[in-house]
T-cell receptor, first 115, second 114 residues
Framework: GENVEQHPSTLSVQEGDSAVIKCTYSDSASNYFPWYKQELGKRPQLIID?????GEKKDQRIAVTLNKTAKHFSLHITETQPEDSAVYFCAASINAGGSQGNLIFGKGTKLSVKP | DADVTQTPRNRITKTGKRIMLECSQT?????MYWYRQDPGLGLRLIYYSFDVKDINKGEISDGYSVSRQAQAKFSLSLESAIPNQTALYFC?????????????FGPGTRLLVL
């Protein structure tokens, strides 16, 4: 089955710097890659996702890149702010013919943004 | 997101006790999921249901059972709780036809098994 590895497990950056979180997946059939943000004591919420027919997607300060050949995808946060501090989870699934596969999550990255 | 609710929010129980965690949603989604979150282990799927008549085991179903009482309700039971089931439990919903693959999580239930 699918396996998703996420690195680093913790990341500390200064406010204004960029942060990058990387994930690798094992099943080449995976074609949907979401990122969820979980603030302390809160529920995970989707912040951005990418499908395998796209190499990069941006939403303001957040971007995700996908390298299908290498089977890895990354989350990039620019101009980090204290409110970006949270645990970030990557995930992968196989969606085919309108049928959504289950999400397999990475173990999470705790991002701390220091003022 | 008040559309997905979980009860109780916190629960302390003893080894061997039966406990039920409940999830309700007003989003009208057919698909519902139960996940377990442990520090450093991410979110792991326990059970999932694509409709009222469809129940499937996830990655870590041993020691758990579920019931899909209606489209809006999905309950998780621990028949005989053990300490290593101490964790944060999340319910989630999705509707691929209307909202693509996004999963909406409930607020979580923090369970402590003594």
């Amino acid at each position: 089955g699918e396996n998703v590895e996420q690195h680093p497990s913790t990341l500390s950056v200064q406010e204004g710097d960029s942060a990058v979180i990387k994930c690798t997946y094992s099943d080449s059939a995976s074609n949907y890659f979401p990122w969820y943000k979980q603030e302390l004591g809160k529920r995970p919420q989707l912040i951005i996702d990418i499908r395998s027919n796209v190499g990069e997607k941006k939403d303001q300060r957040i971007a995700v890149t996908l390298n299908k050949t290498a089977k890895h995808f990354s989350l990039h946060i620019t101009e980090t702010q204290p409110e970006d501090s949270a645990v970030y989870f990557c995930a992968a699934s196989i969606n085919a013919g309108g049928s959504q596969g289950n999400l397999i999550f990475g173990k999470g990255t705790k991002l701390s943004v220091k003022p | 997101d008040a559309d997905v609710t979980q009860t109780p929010r916190n629960r302390i129980t003893k080894t061997g006790k039966r406990i039920m965690l409940e999830c309700s949603q007003t989003k009208g989604h057919d698909r519902m999921y139960w996940y377990r979150q442990d520090p450093g282990l991410g979110l792991r799927l326990i059970y999932y249901s694509f409709d009222v008549k469809d129940i499937n085991k996830g990655e870590i179903s041993d020691g758990y059972s579920v019931s899909r009482q209606a489209q809006a309700k999905f309950s998780l039971s621990l028949e005989s709780a053990i300490p290593n089931q101490t964790a944060l439990y999340f319910c989630a919903t999705s509707d691929p036809l209307r909202e693509q693959e996004t999963q909406y999580f409930g607020p979580g239930t923090r369970l402590l098994v003594l």
